[in-house]
């Protein structure tokens, strides 16, 4: 599993013209499964993402947690964070889970964030998106469940 996260001052994503999520001040959240992603991966993101040091503090660039600010998320399925684009002039997918793998762990993701006690909106799965977002720093930062070490 990988999460892209973007540290923004405020976010929305639209589909079909119509608003279905908005944050101020927080985290985006690309989220991307794979075919060999389980729960224990989501709840490993999770943590990182409701953690990280991604925010300033007065004295210092990176010193508060999502969490810590009070900040929210948007998380968006992106299943092209699985894209192989080492060969050829088109990207494989074939790393990435089917929608009907995909979903419940992304709503497990989606649900993890939660219960850390974070405000989390979101995009919708398997939609065409549009996402609008004011990255703040820029920060941005890639999570892989499997590169734990």
Same mark, same amino acid.
Request: avoid cysteine; proline fraction near 4%.
């Given at each position: ?22 944050? /101020? ?6 989220? /991307? ?35 810590? $600010? /009070? ?8 299943? $092209? ?37 974070? $405000?989390?909106? $979101? ?13 703040? /720093? ?12």
């Amino acid at each position: 599993m990988k999460a892209l996260l973007q540290r923004v001052s405020s976010a929305s994503v639209l589909v079909d013209g119509a608003e279905v999520g908005r944050i /101020g001040a927080g985290l985006v959240v690309l989220l /991307g499964v794979g075919r060999d992603d389980v729960a224990e991966d989501a709840d490993y993101l999770a943590q990182r993402v409701a953690g990280l040091r991604l925010f300033p503090r007065e004295d210092a660039e990176f010193d508060l947690s999502v969490h810590d $600010t /009070g900040g929210h998320v948007l998380v968006v399925s992106q299943f $092209t964070l699985m894209a192989d684009a080492r060969k050829g002039r088109r990207p494989s997918f074939i790393d990435a889970a089917p929608p009907e793998k995909a979903l419940p762990l992304y709503a497990y993701f989606v649900a993890a964030l939660r219960a850390l006690g974070l $405000t989390v909106a $979101t995009g919708v799965f398997q939609a065409y998106m549009h996402v609008e977002l004011v990255n703040d /720093g820029p920060v941005t930062v890639l999570l892989e469940s499997k590169r734990r070490q």
